[in-house]
């Protein structure tokens, strides 16, 4: 038609891709990241419930392999709603401390219940205590030690979703998002920090005095611990070390961005790509194998719909609803 702008060079219908924005080509990774991750996961999980054979274990084992795909989508669904980010990461706040409950838990199971470990732990010398509170007094072995590890560890269940609702409730009222440090924000993070710091050196310092239990009686204990430890805490410092990077100024304009959101946006990016990694780990960290065979403790023909139900109720196949154990 007369007057039509001439195509432009090379416009011949096939997509310029030399031309889509570079944040567009990081989200069509995280969402290739975050597909794999889920099936990778996903297979691990459904194979736990088909050979739900020791549900007293592998009930928070499966809820400790859902933690990469609820990680990943989470990560996602920031990457693509921005301005609701915050809010939706209070799922993963939530689930993170429902998964450091479920491992303390397991190993408990796993060594043979709470008052095993403080027995075992009553017929140790005293231990040092870890690096860098060695200067301290050193914990009474049996339960002054089983007791300040537990509740050191899961002080962090009860903090970290506690912060997550204060910052949804005052996102929610307008109350300033920023880093400064006379904001809430800081504050929360600074507790936050404080409260994962003494988590994690309760959590290695129970390790470390159950360690010969541990390594005899649990298959790939070490494995086990540092996965879980990677996923929760390396993914709270990475957040850590970014908003000092942040505050420090070494951030970069970008168009599509504000320098918070950049930031965010690169956090929420690395951990999609992350949990790829983090989800095969799991596959080498808790095999099936290790929880079918002899040791099972319910018929090896449970079904796996049950299975399910047991896991998402936290009881096996072979409890009784009410509680009661079976004869």
Known sequence: AAGAAPPAP?????IAYKSIPLHH??????????????????????????????????????????????????????LTFRNISPYITIVRDGYEAFTIYNFVKMLYELLGGERAVIVALGKKKPMEPVFPLNW?????????????????????????????????VSGAAGVSRSQEWYTIDFWIGAVQLISATW?????????????????????NALGKFLIVKAVVFFCFWQGIVLELILLI????????????????????????????VISV?????????????????????????YGTFAAAAGRGPSESPTGAEPP
């Open 281 to 305: 780990c799991f596959h080498l960290a808790y095999p099936v194998h290790e929880f079918v065979g002899p040791a099972g403790s319910c018929s090896p023909t449970a079904s796996a719909g």
């Open 249 to 276: 100024g070494y951030v970069p304009d970008y168009e599509a961005y504000t320098r918070a959101e950049f930031v965010d946006a690169v956090e929420k990016w690395l951990i999609c790509l992350e949990m790829v």
């Open 10 to 14: 090379g416009d011949d219908g096939a």
């Open 199 to 219: 988590a994690i050196y309760c959590l290695i310092t129970f390790y470390l005095s159950m360690q010969e239990e541990l390594e005899s009686s649990v298959k």
């Open 136 to 168: 301290m007094e050193p914990w009474e072995m049996g339960d002054e030690m089983f007791y300040n590890c537990k509740f050191g560890i899961l002080q962090y269940v009860v903090v970290i979703p506690v912060c997550a609702v204060v910052l949804f």
């Open 25 to 78: 080509w990081a989200l069509l990774v995280a969402v290739l990241a975050v597909v794999l991750t889920c099936a990778i996961s996903l297979s691990l999980i459904i194979r736990h419930l088909t050979n739900y054979e020791r549900p007293e274990v592998q009930k928070y084992v499966v809820r400790i392999l859902f933690m990469a795909p609820i990680y990943a989508v989470v990560a996602l669904l920031c």
